[in-house]
């Protein structure tokens, strides 16, 4: 699978929105990506995942840019509650023996101030 | 809601001593893994099934570790004998078959 790379430590104030970049210049056409979080404490939580076009969900939207190198990861409106380490992943599309396997990196540690 | 279930939460244990980490998965999932997380490594994959069947376990030190899915409901995660270096956050994780993983709230490991 391709490897992300990803600031590790960012702050962002509460009400405002948290732009997380990660870099995946070496992905293949057939990976997705994936953003998961972790709290202190909890186990790692999804967030959402995307191909090549932009994604959102209740909780956050994923840019991926058009050759896919790079993509970020947005809270529209950060809470005290999004402190957490966020992970960029990319994984493996289609049944192969690493369909579904996720490996993690080191991810940033956002931390949103009041 | 559903969610993935693992028991014991916290596990103090003696160097050498058998320990057993208990999984159940969330219901109609057909993958499980199996990770281990420490302040220097970060979370590693250890373990992974499809359908009951292991796919990979290369990220699980092979003399000691062992995992296993006695039935759909259970995934367990032996480690005989325990070393100090086993002391970490062992998470379960299930999903559909997709990217998408729920994960439990971890078995916190402390071997002395």
């Given at each position: 699978?391709?490897?992300?790379?990803?600031?590790?430590?960012?702050?962002?104030?509460?009400?405002?929105?948290?732009?997380?970049?990660?870099?995946?210049?070496?992905?293949?056409?057939?990976?997705?990506?994936?953003?998961?979080?972790?709290?202190?404490?909890?186990?790692?939580?999804?967030?959402?995942?995307?191909?090549k076009?932009n994604?959102t969900?209740?909780?956050?939207?994923?840019?991926?840019?058009?050759?896919?190198?790079?993509?970020?990861?947005?809270?529209?409106?950060?809470t005290l509650?999004?402190?957490?380490?966020?992970?960029?992943?990319?994984?493996?599309?289609?049944?192969?023996?690493?369909?579904?396997?996720?490996?993690f990196?080191?991810?940033?540690?956002?931390v949103?101030?009041? | 809601?559903?969610?993935?279930?693992?028991?014991?939460?916290h596990?103090?244990t003696?160097?050498?001593?058998?320990?057993?980490?208990?999984?159940?998965?969330?219901?109609?999932?057909?993958?499980?893994?199996?990770?281990?997380?420490?302040?220097?490594?970060?979370?590693?994959?250890?373990?992974?099934f499809?359908?009951?069947?292991?796919?990979?376990?290369?990220?699980?030190?092979?003399?000691?570790?062992?995992?296993?899915?006695?039935?759909?409901?259970?995934?367990?995660?032996?480690?005989?004998?325990?070393?100090?270096?086993?002391?970490?956050?062992?998470?379960?994780?299930?999903?559909?078959?997709?990217?998408?993983?729920?994960?439990?709230?971890?078995?916190?490991?402390?071997?002395?």
């Amino acid at each position: 699978d391709a490897k992300t790379t990803q600031p590790p430590s960012m702050d962002c104030a509460e009400g405002r929105a948290a732009n997380l970049p990660c870099n995946h210049s070496t992905i293949s056409g057939n990976e997705y990506v994936y953003w998961y979080r972790q709290i202190h404490s909890q186990g790692p939580q999804y967030i959402i995942h995307g191909l090549k076009n932009n994604e959102t969900n209740e909780m956050a939207s994923l840019i991926i840019t058009e050759d896919r190198k790079s993509s970020t990861l947005i809270l529209p409106h950060a809470t005290l509650r999004d402190t957490a380490v966020y992970y960029c992943i990319v994984r493996v599309a289609g049944k192969t023996d690493s369909w579904g396997k996720l490996q993690f990196g080191a991810g940033t540690q956002v931390v949103v101030t009041p | 809601d559903a969610r993935v279930t693992q028991t014991p939460r916290h596990k103090v244990t003696e160097m050498g001593q058998e320990v057993t980490m208990r999984c159940q998965p969330i219901l109609g999932h057909n993958t499980v893994f199996w990770y281990r997380q420490t302040m220097m490594q970060g979370l590693e994959l250890l373990a992974y099934f499809r359908n009951r069947a292991p796919l990979d376990d290369s990220g699980m030190p092979k003399d000691r570790f062992s995992a296993e899915m006695p039935d759909a409901t259970l995934a367990t995660l032996k480690i005989q004998p325990s070393e100090p270096r086993d002391s970490a956050v062992y998470f379960c994780a299930s999903g559909p078959g997709s990217g998408e993983l729920f994960f439990g709230e971890g078995s916190r490991l402390t071997v002395l």
